[in-house]
Nanobody, 120 residues
Framework: QVQVVESGGGLVQPGGSVRLSCAGSRMIFRIYDMAWYRQAPGKQRELVAA????????????NYADSVKGRFTISRDNAKNTVYLQMNSLKPEDTAVYYC?????????WGQGTQVTVSS
């Protein structure tokens, strides 16, 4: 069974930075599309950033939610089976549980989530 596990959340001050990691196992990591979602209290889960896997195009294409463009960066290290989310210039409204998602065709897998709280 594919497994993805997030790490790196915590409490950070407004304007600060944090990097989330998501490690995949029991999967050919490089071919999976990977993404970060978040869910704030009382809100629906939303896509934050995504990066394509290595198909015929080689992968690595990214897209971002408008609310995080220019502040967040998604990247992947296929040798380490890990995807990252570098979050800079954090705002209180970025407070949420952040989830890692791995997708290949109709197969989709979620991590357990990691809390990020932006507060002074």
């Amino acid at each position: 069974q594919v497994q993805v596990v997030e790490s790196g959340g915590g409490l950070v001050q407004p304007g600060g930075s944090v990097r989330l990691s998501c490690a995949g196992s029991r999967m050919i990591f490089r071919i999976y599309d990977m993404a970060w979602y978040r869910q704030a209290p009382g809100k629906q889960r939303e896509l934050v950033a995504a990066i394509t896997g290595g198909g015929s195009t080689g992968g690595g294409s990214t897209n971002y939610a408008d609310s995080v463009k220019g502040r967040f960066t998604i990247s992947r290290d296929n040798a380490k089976n890990t995807v990252y989310l570098q979050m800079n210039s954090l705002k209180p409204e970025d407070t949420a549980v952040y989830y890692c998602n791995a997708r290949l065709g109709i197969q989709t897998y979620w991590g357990q989530g990691t809390q990020v709280t932006v507060s002074s």
